[in-house]
């Protein structure tokens, strides 16, 4: 179990286009629905075909669920294309590289959910599940210098300069904390997640279109 994590492909225009158009849906007719994702265009179109969905999104809609539902119907409208890191941002992956790496630090904006194009979240708010907001390519723009310098699990490996440490750090094992971390981020999990990651970052920021960040517990 756990969270899985999954970055979505945006086109900053197609986000737009979504958030005008659902934000005048009305939920409760499998056909509304249908018609709202197909005036969308894209890729909404298959989404609008997908009539055992529409279905359960129509039949589940209540003035309760409205927003968590708009929220998964923006999910499937949105994305162009979309990269599975499981659970690579969790503490089994990246998550604790992040924190104690310095170089790996522009990365937090995806483990702090530093988000720079948010939706409305009293029409578009996830539940436990989700999509939960937006990095802009500018604010991706920081994670590149890592993503160049640490294309191989050798290169990660030797992310950790110890003459830079403070004798602070060093007293409260920051260091050793440190190495473990890359242990985990070059394992498994932790290097599928960054090599994942960095292909979803190269082509947002050469696009200049966003990534979002979807969660499903």
């Not at 659970?87 to 790996?104: C, F, Q, S, T």
Request: charged share 25%.
């Amino acid at each position: 179990m756990g969270v899985r994590h999954v970055l979505l492909l945006v086109d900053p225009s197609h986000l737009d286009r979504c958030l005008r158009v659902l934000s005048q849906l009305e939920l409760g007719e499998a056909a509304s629905i249908r018609s709202a994702l197909e005036e969308i265009g894209g890729t909404a179109v298959a989404a609008a075909q997908d009539e055992g969905w529409l279905e359960d999104v129509a039949e589940g809609a209540t003035a309760e669920t409205r927003a968590g539902i708009m929220n998964d119907v923006l999910d499937r409208a949105v994305g162009a294309s979309e990269w599975d890191i499981d659970k690579g941002l969790g503490d089994a992956g990246l998550r604790r590289a992040i924190e104690l790496v310095p170089a790996l630090a522009p990365f937090a904006i995806f483990t702090n959910f530093r988000f720079d194009v948010e939706v409305d979240p009293a029409t578009f708010a996830p539940e436990d599940s989700g999509l939960y907001g937006f990095f802009s390519a500018s604010r991706l723009d920081a994670c590149l210098p890592a993503v160049r310098r640490f294309d191989t699990r050798e290169a990660a490996r030797a992310s950790l300069d110890d003459s830079a440490w403070t004798w602070g750090q060093r007293l409260t094992g920051r260091p050793a904390r440190a190495r473990e971390s890359v242990v985990t981020w070059t394992d498994e999990v932790g290097w599928h997640a960054w090599t994942t990651m960095r292909e979803a970052i190269v082509e947002a920021t050469s696009r200049r279109w966003h990534l979002g960040l979807s969660m499903t517990v």
